[in-house]
Nanobody, 126 residues
Framework: QVQLVESGGGLVQAGGSLRLSCAASGRTFSSYSMGWFRQAPGKEREFVAGISRSGGRTYYADSVKGRFTISRDNAKNTVYLQMNNLKPEDTAVYYC???????????????????WGQGTQVTVSS
């Protein structure tokens, strides 16, 4: 019943920007930490950014710090990932995910997340 739907991916040139959105179903969205992960071909899924249930705390992978910003609008059941100064190495399928358990801290491990969206492709050309 819990569904996460990502959107906003696309093809951009290096240095460009994209804003990803993840729309979540359910009435308890605000009770869960959320995360963005990405997976490039042939590579393991990796943590990109996370946000606490209230949006008060955010976490970023070193590779995206200073370039990406995660945010959420609990009234709209939506989490966002603003991606600026994109690099070719950012090319991947991006997934949003809901943390297992209500009112628990953000973690960087995929196995700590229970529900996943279908992913949205981000391609950054040189």
């Amino acid at each position: 019943q819990v569904q996460l739907v990502e959107s906003g991916g696309g093809l951009v040139q290096a240095g460009g920007s994209l804003r990803l959105s993840c729309a979540a179903s359910g009435r308890t969205f605000s009770s869960y930490s959320m995360g963005w992960f990405r997976q490039a071909p042939g590579k393991e899924r990796e943590f990109v950014a996370g946000i606490s249930r209230s949006g008060g705390r955010t976490y970023y992978a070193d590779s995206v710090k200073g370039r990406f910003t995660i945010s959420r609008d609990n009234a709209k059941n939506t989490v966002y990932l603003q991606m600026n100064n994109l690099k070719p190495e950012d090319t991947a399928v991006y997934y949003c995910a809901r943390r297992k358990g209500a009112n628990v801290v953000v973690t960087t491990h995929p196995h700590d997340y229970e529900y996943w969206g279908q992913g949205t492709q981000v391609t950054v050309s040189s």
